[in-house]
């Protein structure tokens, strides 16, 4: 039998067994069809259009079904949106649009969305309370927002707080930049989605907190816990097309370690389920393979590029160093002595030498006794990967990896690699976020990948402005002198930012309810929901009134009733989204927002190109996003809604330069400070600041909604031969971190952990990856896929179709052979109660395609309770309830990363 033969994909398996679930009587689930009509390819033919495509115009416009923002286009007759496809004039999506994006005209014109200021009339809350929701003017919604929120700003700024999402992501920036403005609010509470671990470890690896393999040149990779390329990810549509070029073309080899056999294992060479929380092992596994079995690293980049020569001294775990500079001492192989890293004409690798009678290791000898037990029999028992198969991927990454090749690109020499590791929020959310993405990104590093053509890379790590003689759009990477470490710019808005200089010189003492003075490697408020739940504990004030923004903060964290707790509690909550959602049954003010298709924004993708992958062949590129048609009933974006609270709020001196320095709006655009600000003047001029005074808001209008300006290759690649950096190899500032964390939480008694600040990484378990009791033999895991991903899609008529008919997404997966142990089949409806004792039940599909410790749904935040979710309620398995969620044991006291690692025991109900 061929490879070929023997390939197979998620749906094949579960096709048969989800229909019968299906037609068991899974509630508002009928495809509509019966007998031949169902298998019938023929009854699925597209129906006549109903309007004439010759007719009416293109508008384009920018999507907003998931955070990604693929440029599109909207075909309008007689001022209605009759079909949404990609822009192929923009890189930003190519022209492709997924189904997310193609289903955006079914919420534009949603009878379910709210289009006018509501006001609560029962002062009751809770999901079985009606809350008596009554249309208010924008007057009165705007002044009475002020007033509450002004008053307790009077008392304590702390007493208001925000909250808000991903798939909002620039009104997002736009709220917290408000309420800070205009209530002086600090505060912020955000959901697990973050990449949490993921980001800190890209930023301090590649600069970028955004990081991915050099689609155009890899031939060998490696992912743990993304589907990027396949079915998410930032830049989705991009990748995916590049991806599949690139294997089909080049046989670019893909191995995913994943639980369950997402998209990205689906389109694998090689899957290999693995039991979840144990990732860092089989990278640890691999990285002994390279390194005591194989000798498969690349030693000339590890001294080059990193601080593996740096001397250890094995008593403290520091590196030493230079009196006065502070600079690390390497060992010069051509002095016999040790000098700092800047001086040493020939570094030692490995050996044990004596610095003033204190006999040290380099660095990698040290990491090389780390790992001597960490074989790949020792993984096996931890993962469940048999060893046999982590060797196998180890020598085949190995000898991908082109170790030693060097290319010339424009006249410059550039490492270059076959192979690398990619990582997103499957291994961040544990209990050891950034244990986990270390130890899978030090294999990248071990090769020499890192920052090389054809390994690991950032999205945009460097650039020198949108036009010709105007840099004003422009960011670049700082050096940490110490070390030579390359510094970072922040995510989004390419602003200079350095971690060491953080740990170095921060104030430790808690000012934020998230308790992000204490976590100087994050940059994540999570925290936020253990002080909310305990704020005597950790010193905080408990916030009294919430501003949310298109989000659902009752579902995003944990369980829900706990959350329920929380909101019932507060004062005054206020709300901004098109839909009456779960949150709105304990707000006491809804905003209506615009649909996408309705309204401005301004640089979706904002300065460091955020969610569009980089590329040589893929310009800076800066799309338009503008309303296609009128806002039904006047209902406003999200620009003109912040512009109108600060304006009321007397906030516009400090709000207008806040929002203008965002941007970078140059003086001679500048806006005054004694008027509301105008969105189309200001769209208008951040294009003519950072591009040039040609290229304004109308410019965008009468030319297609595109500007692109080529990428220069040091953009695109930032180590040549002659550059200057380094990238951590030993992380000698997790020690600086966890004294000067320590100190200050033993002066304000306040219980943390510091356990994980260590130099080098390894792999620790989650809370319950050990079982305490036999009867809670199985982990609930979720996953997202092309349909659904970050976005309201089981509201969307077209989504939720497709959902309910592919005999997946709204069920519970179960491995085919732990079913049959259980007694259990396709069709059966049973219930998952967690160690904590919460609960949730759902109809059973088997599969092979799901590790047999585990159960799966997809998204896990899904059960609507809001009856004004007219398509979504009850629709969907919320598995992240099962999780109790303001237990500190579960937060990576790091980089504020929640552990959602739960066991359950799972039961038939009758």
């Not at 951590?728 to 004294?739: G, S, V």
Request: charged share 25%.
């Amino acid at each position: 039998m061929s490879r070929s033969d023997m390939r197979f994909t998620r749906r094949g398996f579960v096709a048969g067994a989800g229909a019968t679930a299906l037609a068991a009587g899974l509630a508002g689930c009928a495809s509509g069809t019966t007998g031949d009509e169902a298998t019938d390819l023929a009854s699925t033919a597209p129906e006549p259009a109903a309007y004439d495509a010759a007719e009416g115009t293109w508008v384009p416009t920018t999507c907003n079904m998931c955070f990604n923002n693929c440029s599109i286009k909207a075909h309008v007759v007689d001022g209605t949106v009759v079909e949404l496809t990609g822009n192929p004039d923009s890189p930003i999506g190519s022209g492709h649009i997924c189904a997310k994006g193609a289903a955006g005209i079914m919420q534009l014109y949603d009878p379910a969305r709210i289009t006018k200021p509501l006001k609560r009339t029962n002062p009751k809350k809770g999901f079985d309370e009606d809350p008596g929701w009554e249309e208010i003017s924008w007057d009165e919604a705007y002044d009475t927002i002020v007033q509450k929120f002004g008053e307790a700003a009077a008392k304590d700024p702390k007493l208001n707080m925000g909250a808000s999402m991903v798939a909002g992501l620039i009104g997002s920036v736009w709220r917290s930049l408000t309420l800070g403005c205009a209530f002086g609010v600090s505060e912020g509470t955000s959901s697990d989605i973050c990449g949490a671990g993921v980001h800190i470890c890209e930023f301090l690896l590649t600069g970028d907190g955004n990081a991915m393999p050099d689609y155009d040149n890899v031939d060998y990779l490696i992912q743990f816990g993304t589907q990027a390329g396949t079915a998410t990810r930032h830049g989705f549509n991009m990748t995916a097309d590049k991806f599949a070029r690139r294997r089909a073309e080049d046989g670019l080899r893909l191995v995913n370690f994943d639980p369950h056999m997402s998209a990205g294992a689906e389109k694998a060479d090689l899957w290999v389920p693995i039991r979840p929380g144990s990732d860092a092992a089989a990278a640890l596994a691999m990285a002994y393979v390279f390194i005591h079995e194989l000798d498969l690293i690349d030693r000339d980049y590890l001294v080059e590029r990193t601080n593996a020569p740096a001397l250890v001294d094995p008593a403290t775990q520091r590196v030493l160093r230079a009196e006065g500079s502070n600079k690390s001492l390497y060992w010069d192989e051509a002095a016999n002595a040790a000098k700092p890293y800047d001086e040493c004409e020939k570094p030692a690798l490995e050996g044990e030498y004596e610095v003033d009678g204190v006999k040290c290791h380099t660095a990698f000898s040290v990491l090389k006794e780390h790992i001597r037990e960490m074989t790949p029999e020792w993984a096996e028992d931890i993962t469940t990967v048999p060893a046999a198969t982590l060797r196998q991927v180890a020598e085949e990454f190995g000898r991908a990896a082109r170790i030693g090749e060097t290319i010339e690109i424009e006249g410059k020499t550039y490492r270059r690699r076959g192979a690398a590791v990619d990582i997103f929020s499957g291994l961040s959310r544990h209990k050891r976020s950034i244990l986990n993405v270390w130890a899978c990104l030090q294999l990248n590093t071990l090769i020499g990948a890192t920052n090389s053509v054809g390994g690991f890379i950032g999205f945009a790590t460097k650039c020198h402005g949108w036009a010709d003689n105007n840099p004003t759009a422009g960011f670049d990477l700082g050096i940490w002198e110490e070390d030579g470490f390359i510094e970072c710019n922040s995510l989004m808005i390419g602003a200079p930012n350095s971690f060491y200089k953080i740990i170095r010189e921060r104030d430790y003492t808690p000012t934020t309810q998230g308790l992000l003075e204490l976590q100087p490697l994050s940059e994540d408020g999570h925290f936020v929901h253990m002080a909310m739940a305990d704020p005597d504990l950790y010193h905080t004030t408990r916030p009294r009134n919430l501003f949310w923004y298109a989000c659902n903060p009752i579902k995003w964290w944990a369980n829900v009733e706990e959350q329920v707790k929380v909101y019932q509690d507060m004062d005054f909550i206020v709300g901004v989204d098109i839909y009456l959602n779960d949150m709105s049954y304990f707000s006491d003010i809804m905003l209506p927002e615009a649909c996408y298709l309705e309204r401005y924004d301004v640089l979706p993708q904002f300065y460091m190109n955020h969610r569009m992958i980089g590329s040589l062949d893929t310009p800076w590129t800066l799309a338009m996003w503008q309303p296609v048609v009128e806002p039904k009933d006047g209902a406003p974006g999200f620009m003109e809604i912040y512009a109108e609270i600060a304006d009321r709020a007397g906030a516009n001196e400090f709000f207008i330069p806040a929002v203008c320095g965002l941007y970078r709006v140059k003086e001679e655009y500048m806006f005054p400070t004694d008027q509301k600000l105008d969105v189309e003047q200001f769209i208008d001029a951040v294009y003519k600041s950072n591009i040039d005074e040609e290229h304004g808001l109308q410019w965008f209008k009468d030319n297609g909604g595109v500007y692109t300006y080529p990428r220069k290759v040091d953009e695109m690649y930032i180590w040549d031969a002659e550059a200057p950096g380094r990238i951590p190899f030993y992380w000698d500032f997790m020690l600086e971190a966890k004294e000067k964390v320590e100190a200050k939480v033993a002066e304000l008694d306040i219980p943390w952990e510091t356990d994980d600040y260590i130099p080098l990484p390894e792999w620790r378990p989650g809370v319950e990856f050990y079982a305490d009791d036999p009867a809670y033999d199985i982990f609930p895991v979720y996953y997202t896929n092309a349909s659904n991903t970050d976005t309201w899609t089981v509201q969307n008529a077209w989504l939720n179709e497709v959902n309910e008919e592919d005999g997946i997404t709204y069920l519970i997966e179960m491995n085919t052979a732990t079913a049959a142990e259980k007694g259990l089949a396709s069709g059966d409806t049973v219930r998952l109660t967690s160690t904590p004792g919460y609960t949730v039940e759902g109809r059973l599909v088997v599969t092979e395609g799901i590790h047999p410790e585990c159960v799966s749904s997809v998204v896990g935040t899904w059960d609507a309770k809001s009856k004004y979710l007219t398509i979504a309620q009850g629709k969907g398995v919320n598995l992240v309830t099962l999780i109790p969620g303001q237990d500190p044991k579960r937060m990576d006291h790091i980089v504020s990363a929640f552990d959602q690692l739960i066991r359950v025991k799972v039961e038939k109900v009758s």
